[in-house]
């Protein structure tokens, strides 16, 4: 199951189940029609939604919903279990270190030394198990070193970036 929260207050899960997938439990009785890489059409109760991916970083996205432009974040099953064993949570306001939650690949650094971080942003892009994770700041530092390089395959709880 994943779970979507679109802007700062809605949350929607969504389940594949057999061949039916469930909004919020209810089975989805619409029909998704990809135009290309980036937009789709969704069809449901006789109307028309253009939707379109119009800015994606990780598993943060906007989305323009026919003209309305919408913040979402999707988190996945791994996502829910990191949260649940409290490491997506910030133990301290200042950081020390970040470590990887899990083994994989750097994809992307998205952060540079000596930038300022605050909490929640995002540090790097962590590829494992051929999904996307998004990682970010547990609280406020300065970014001393980054200590992997894109294409890296890293080990879990390995250090990736230092902070001062």
Avoid: C, W
């Amino acid at each position: 199951m994943i779970k979507v929260q679109v802007g700062e207050l809605e949350k929607i899960s969504i389940e594949h189940q057999k061949e039916n997938h469930l909004i919020d439990g209810v089975p989805f009785d619409g029909e998704v029609v990809k135009m290309d890489d980036s937009s789709y059409k969704v069809y449901k109760s006789n109307k028309i939604f253009r939707v379109e991916v119009a800015e994606r970083n990780g598993k943060e996205m906007k989305l323009k919903v026919n003209d309305l432009l919408l913040d979402v974040s999707v988190t996945d099953h791994i996502d829910q279990i990191l949260d649940k064993l409290g490491m997506n949570a910030a133990s301290s306001s200042v950081v020390k270190d970040v470590k990887a939650p899990m083994p994989g690949s750097i994809l992307n650094i998205i952060i540079s030394e000596g930038d300022e971080v605050s909490l929640g942003d995002q540090l790097l892009v962590l590829e494992a198990m051929k999904m996307e994770n998004v990682i970010k700041s547990p609280g406020e530092g300065k970014v001393s070193k980054i200590l992997v390089s894109e294409k890296e395959n890293v080990e879990k709880n390995q250090v990736l970036i230092s902070f001062e």
